[in-house]
């Protein structure tokens, strides 16, 4: 399996960015499983930030609640993390795979926030 990140960028704070990903395995594999969007950010560990269920149902943590919003199109295999309001604490690199029994991490897209 292949996770391809992309969207990332440079902003300044109040900002937003859309990341896309979109992963290469079957889909009727894709359409099993929860996806989220992790971040980690220099010396921290990945967190999980915002993640969607196959029938479209969504969970944030605290941190990006009402600022992120996770989607996902399960045609295209695809998964998007909406960002508005991006704050320098959210500068990491962002990743996307599924929330359980991860597959292997592709490269990440990074997010960088200026103050």
């Known amino acids: 399996v292949q996770l391809q990140a992309s969207g990332g960028g440079l902003v300044q704070t109040g900002g937003s960015l859309r990341l896309s990903c979109v992963v290469s395995?079957?889909?009727?594999?894709?359409?099993?499983?929860?996806m989220g969007w992790y971040r980690q950010a220099p010396g921290k560990q990945r967190e999980l930030v915002a993640r969607?269920?196959?029938?479209?149902?969504?969970v944030y943590a605290d941190s990006v609640k009402g600022r992120f919003t996770v989607s996902r199109d399960n045609v295209k295999n695809m998964v998007y993390l909406q960002m508005n309001n991006l704050k320098p604490e959210d500068t990491a690199a962002y990743y996307c795979n599924r929330v359980t029994l991860t597959w292997d991490w592709g490269k990440g897209t990074q997010v960088t926030v200026s103050s």
């Open positions: 395995v079957a889909n009727s594999v894709f359409n099993q499983y929860t």
């Open positions: 969607v269920s196959t029938s479209g149902t969504t």
